[in-house]
């Protein structure tokens, strides 16, 4: 502190008495009003400390015991609240009264869109395209369960080969080569018969080795033709649609390590009435059956 | 009475000059009660505008079941503007947009030929300026009873003059917050619920925002708005010209000033009537200024000093500049008297209306009264949208097929149910099916409108495993109605993999 009160002979101000060779520092206060506002600030953030939950210790809410989770309860219980009577119609209806209904087939290809993004694209793609390796597309006419409305709220609600829901869908296929049903040279062959149901086989004498073994092996499930069987989840191998890739190594690898794909079952994790309404929706985006 | 003295009112740039700082403190101004011809004008717009702001959202028409039935509706939730027959949807915003083109064209037609009549009569700034003026006169009294009553200390006199003064400022101007909010929300639903603290935060929101914005701006800052705040006085020079009317003081017959009594003198005698009543606190005797905004209140004042003189009227009057100039250069050789008066009265030259600007304003004024009237007759009100989906781009089928979807919406701004077949056009061989949808007996699918509203559809493109197409193909979707008329046609593309 300067012993006396320095004044700057040119601006008549009050100096801090600091210098730097020959420079002195005026004296500018801060205005009293910005002053005031500062301290005013200053109180309120204790105010708010002491009220609102500011400290980064668990369990120190303070007076008021808000938290923003609490606060979000009360919020999420009345949306569910506003949600309710259309949820209720939702939940006792078919899939297919819902999609007769023009009021109810809106809200649900709404609430289908968001439950879809949310459960489902993750493995099936936004728009149910499908991914490769076993997530099938549900925008195509290729239905491995059926795509009725039935069909397809079946699927969702049991999922598919999970060991949760008894009434799951699909069945194991057999590991024909590792488990030595089938020698791999046998594998081959009825891989060049698969081939040729789509006419796509380029060894016709390995795809005649192959069409005994695939009645013996495989038409049990599949059928003689390949037109595939929805009850056992054993996809048609006549058509242009592969899960696992057309070609004859995918189609080898099919056979001898085989192939199960997986899906959660949502009646357990969903309300009934998302559950419809994912059928609803799931059932325009490739028209359904 | 005398005159209570109050320290002159001086120009900012004086005030500049002086103290060397920018900043120029205003200076208060008490405008005095005066009546006349220019008053009557504004008092009867003033009743005008403010009767049509305050009394059109309770105007009712009637459009049907579950349609608002208020006349003039900015109707937000629900996405429509109501004018009367006029129901504008928000794409077709730009009907908006080409009124407030007229209106800008309007006002720069109206400037080029009347001076700032927008300014001094109908700008809402000036209305509710002159009636929060009107309140205050009542109850503090003229000119000079407020000028006294602010030089006053705080009696209860004081307190009670000026409380009543901002209650009731504070009244009208909730009226037009209140006004405000009943363009954007049905007035009579709304009323009860405002009243009982149910309607929605965004309608008080908007009620305080338009209440304090009326309170200050009227009552607080005034003269300050149109000088500082309000950019069209800045450019306005650009539309006037010395053929547009404004306010002018006839310095020819005026000039120079001083008492009556004394002869040889012109006819002005310097009372400061003018100044007096003069809301922005100007003197028109200085000659065109930035501040005045063209109200003519002045020319009531000075009038009326004339009348009570025995002078004629006119010293300040609206005048061209042309004709200011030609009485001025008739009347300059001779000394002030009759004679002065007379020969300088002759001089003066009617007004010219058609003018290189006039034409021009009047040309690109019909022009875009010309083109929304054609875009309103020619208004579709039916629309076809058609969304592709994205994902995915196309679907390979089972038989070797590819099928792309499509979201249709289907929109009528009509109040009927109107029926549609909807064909595509594209390459042969593509077929089309859309979920939900009936078919006409010709096999195409057939969609239905809905009143005032959009449908939505999802239709199917397929072209079978034989058909070889470009990776893209140009499709288009028709609208067909019974007479087999085409009513709107969309374009889209068909997708599929390289070939």
Known sequence: MPTKVEKDSITGQETTGHEWDGLKELNTPLPKWWLYVFYATILFSLVWVALYPALPFSGATGVTGWTARGALGPELEAERAAREPMLAKLREATPEQIAADPQLRAFALAGGRIAFANNCAGCHGAGGQGAPGGFPSLADDDWIFGGSFDAIQHSIRHGVRNGESEEARGIAMPRFQVDGLLTAAQVGDVAEHVLSLTGRATDQAAAGRGAPLFAEQCASCHGEKGEGNRDMGAPRLNDQVWLYGGDKASVVRSIGWSRAGVMPSWGGRLDPAVVNMLTVYVHTLGGGE | ?499
Request: a positive charge; charged letters at 20%; hydrophobic letters at 45%.
């Open chain 2, 1 to 499: 009475m005398g005159e209570v003295k109050s320290p002159e009112r001086t120009k900012p740039a004086a005030a500049q000059a002086s103290t060397g700082s920018l900043y120029a403190t205003r200076q208060k101004v008490y405008p005095k009660a005066v009546q006349g011809t220019v008053r009557k004008a504004k008092w009867l717009i003033l009743a005008l505008c403010l009767g049509l702001y305050y009394t059109v959202p309770l105007i009712r028409w009637d459009r049907g079941p579950e349609m608002p039935d208020q006349a003039v509706l900015v109707d937000m939730t629900h996405g429509r503007l109501f004018f009367f027959f006029i129901e504008i949807w928000p794409q077709e915003v730009y009907y908006l947009t080409g009124l407030l083109v007229l209106g800008a064209i309007g006002l720069f037609a109206a400037t080029s030929l009347f001076g700032r009549v927008w300014c001094g009569f109908t700008c809402p700034q000036t209305v509710w300026t002159d009636l929060f003026m009107l309140v205050e006169r009542r109850i503090q009294g003229d000119r000079n009873a407020r000028m006294k009553l602010d030089l006053q200390p705080w009696t209860s006199e004081w307190l009670r003059k000026k409380a009543l003064t901002h209650a009731v400022w504070l009244g009208i101007a909730a009226a037009t917050g209140g006004a405000w909010i009943m363009y954007f929300n049905d007035a009579l639903e709304m009323t009860p619920r405002f009243f009982t603290g149910q309607a929605s935060l965004e309608v008080y929101f908007f009620f305080s925002l338009f209440t304090a914005t009326t309170y200050l701006l009227a009552g607080w800052a005034r003269e300050q708005v149109c000088t500082y705040m309000c950019p069209w006085p800045r450019f306005q020079a650009a539309m006037l010209d010395e053929n547009s009317l404004v306010v002018t003081y006839r310095a020819w017959r005026g000039e120079p000033r001083g008492k009556a009594k004394q002869d040889g003198l012109g006819d002005c005698v310097d009372c400061r009537a003018c100044v007096h009543v003069c809301p922005t606190g100007i003197d028109i005797r200085d000659g065109q200024q930035m501040e005045c905004i063209g109200c003519g209140l002045c020319i009531d004042a000075c009038d009326d000093v004339m009348g009570r003189l025995g002078r004629p009227k006119g010293l300040i009057a609206f005048e061209t500049l042309t004709s200011l100039a030609a009485s001025e250069a008739a009347a300059k050789p001779l000394p002030p008297g009759p004679q002065r008066l007379a020969c300088g009265m002759q001089a003066r030259r009617p007004q010219k209306i058609i003018r290189p600007r006039t034409l021009v304003y009047a040309g690109v004024l019909g022009l875009v009264v010309a083109i929304m009237g054609g875009a309103w007759l020619l208004r579709e009100t039916t629309s076809l949208a058609v969304l592709r989906d994205r994902a995915p781009i196309f679907v390979k089928l089972s038989d070797g097929g590819i099928r792309n979807a499509y979201t249709l919406k289907l929109g009528d701004k009509t109040r009927g149910i109107e029926t549609y077949s909807l064909v595509l056009d594209g390459p042969k061989g593509l077929s089309l099916i859309v979920l939900d949808a009936e078919s006409d007996p010709a096999g195409a699918p057939v969609l239905t409108t809905r009143p005032d509203g959009i449908t939505q559809w999802r239709a199917l493109v397929t072209a079978p495993a034989g058909l070889r197409l470009p990776e893209s193909v140009p499709v288009t979707f028709r609208l067909v109605d019974a007479s087999g008329r085409t009513e709107v046609r969309t374009a889209s593309v068909f997708l599929g993999p390289k070939p």
